[in-house]
């Protein structure tokens, strides 16, 4: 068994810092390690399967920021224990350094503000470095972290706005589609907003929901929704059909769990009469969500990944013509270093994409700010890599964003989800949501191979999946986001 080792300054800071034991360990090709954290004192260990060298990941507290998730540069084991702030500091500045020199060597205008945060980046770190003092020491360490976050800050929005120019240079609109997700929500008047953000939307249609007892389908929301969408020339997503997550199927496969024929059977039967019922008025399909994290009737990763692809090869057949997606769960791929899969999330796809089962494409679903299971907070210039390597695939990406505007208890929420309060500067607000939501939905559109963005849902005033997280309030008024998509519309 590996083992890295890192010390803090005290043992103050482990009373407040829960985060800790979500910490770590990926390869330098980002293959996530099974890692377990321990605690002792004030030295934290991260312990792994191989003693491979590897890069340690940790949500860290950054003044003006919030808790980002950080990580050091490639550590080999050692004795010693390293200390975590200077290794945490030393990452983020080579992070910076080359996404800087990949970026402006593709033509980049880089901005003189981020070569002053550099300069204080590197001046604080290389204070750190000299100091005999831990106390000192982690303090020069952790003033470098806040300065390269700065930079990181600066630098990923000047990419944003120069590459955004430049696409709209060669589009007379705005280069990807804007969604909206609709949730539970049923039409209503006040929907004559929704057009001025988003020309498209996404429909509700999950198999759990439409046939909860075997047989009784109900199709009225789905219908209410199409119906409106085609009214207002939206541009029209369902989905996603299939759930893989825990609970997301009908409970009444449940006897059908250990038998994969009649489960196939079972599956691919929903699929067929659900596309057949909207055939020629839903042109894009989300097949399934969660089938990289999985959880649904105990499935195990095999077979999953082999259910997907003969769905997929059904839906295809059912209809040759629309585009199919598969919508991916936290697609950096944090809940590997648990132990339980054996596949990334782009290995996954790749390996569907691979087999030619005729998959249109992949949507990354990244909601922020949610426990217990959510994606960590990162900042843009994660986010611009994350991305890149998904583009490597050669599908088209969508990707559905969602973040919560406040930590109170939300009484239309539909399932057991809560809200992180610690992950944001200030604490979840409305202008937290919109400062986060605006940012990255610029850097996402100013990628190539992002043709959509998706915000998660519209009302907090009707059921949703996640608190807090729409367009409007709970007296369905709009929130400061909606305001500011509009802006980025325009």
């Known amino acids: 068994m590996g083992l890295l080792r890192f010390v803090v300054d005290s043992e103050e800071i482990l009373k ?22 321990e605690v002792e004192g004030n030295v934290l260990g991260c312990r792994r ?8 990941h940790i949500a860290w507290p950054v003044a003006g920021h919030g808790r980002l998730l950080l990580c050091t540069g490639s550590l080999p084991e050692r004795q010693e224990p390293y200390v975590l702030a200077l290794e945490l500091a030393r990452g983020k500045i ?41 106390g000192r020491m982690c303090e020069m360490a952790s003033q470098a972290i806040v300065n390269a976050c700065d930079a990181a800050q ?19 609109h705005l280069p990807a589609i804007l969604g909206i997700e609709l949730e539970y929500a049923a039409p209503h008047e006040n ?52 759930d893989f997550g825990p609970g997301g199927l009908p409970g009444w496969l449940a006897p059908w769990e250990h038998d994969p024929f009649n489960l196939q ?40 990944l082999a259910l997907l692809a003969r769905v997929l090869d059904i839906a295809r057949q059912v209809d040759e013509e629309s585009q199919l997606i598969l919508r991916v769960d936290q697609p950096w791929g944090d809940y590997m270093a648990k132990g339980q899969h054996r596949l990334s999330p782009i290995q996954t796809v790749d390996a569907l994409v691979r087999s030619g089962v005729g998959l249109s494409g992949a ?29 490597g695939l050669g599908i088209p990406l969508h990707v559905t964003l969602s973040c919560p505007s406040a930590g109170i208890a939300d009484l239309e929420t539909t399932t057991e989800t809560g809200v992180d309060p610690r992950l944001w500067k200030n604490g979840p607000s409305e202008s937290e949501q919109a400062d986060w939501a605006t940012q990255i939905m610029q850097l996402l559109i100013a990628k190539p191979a992002v043709v959509g963005v998706t915000w998660k849902h519209l009302n907090d005033a009707t059921p949703h999946s996640l608190p807090h997280s729409g367009l409007w309030d709970a007296q369905s008024q709009p929130k400061e986001i909606f305001q500011r998509l509009k802006k980025l519309n325009s």
């Open 363 to 391: 949507n990354l679903e990244i909601a922020v700010g949610y426990q217990p299971a959510s994606t960590q907070h990162r900042d843009l210039l994660d986010f611009s890599r994350l991305i890149d390597l998904w583009g």
């Open 16 to 37: 407040d810092w829960p985060e800790v034991y979500h910490g770590y360990l990926a390869g330098p090709d980002g293959r996530i390690f099974p890692s377990r954290m």
């Open 191 to 242: 929907w004559s907003l929704i057009t001025s953000p988003f020309n498209s939307a996404c429909l509700r249609l999950n198999w759990k929901e439409v046939e909860p007892q075997e047989g009784d389908y109900s199709w009225e929301l789905t219908d209410q929704q199409l119906e409106w969408c085609e009214s207002r020339k939206m541009v029209v997503r369902a989905g996603p059909l299939l």
């Open 154 to 172: 600066e630098l990923g929005q000047a990419y944003s706005r120069q590459a955004l120019a430049s696409r709209q240079q060669r589009y007379p």
């Open 265 to 304: 059977s079972f599956i691919c039967d929903f699929i067929e009469t659900a596309m057949l019922r909207y055939q020629g008025r839903v042109r894009l399909w989300e097949i399934a969500t969660r089938f990289n994290t999985g959880g649904a009737l105990k499935l195990p990763e095999d077979q999953r």
């Open 94 to 134: 080579v992070q910076l350094r080359d996404q800087a020199s990949q970026w402006e060597l593709s033509g980049l205008r880089i901005p003189v503000d981020y070569y002053d945060l550099l300069k204080q980046a590197q001046a604080h770190f290389r204070q750190a470095v000299l100091e005999d003092d831990l």
């Open 49 to 56: 399967n191989t003693s491979e060298s590897g890069k340690f």
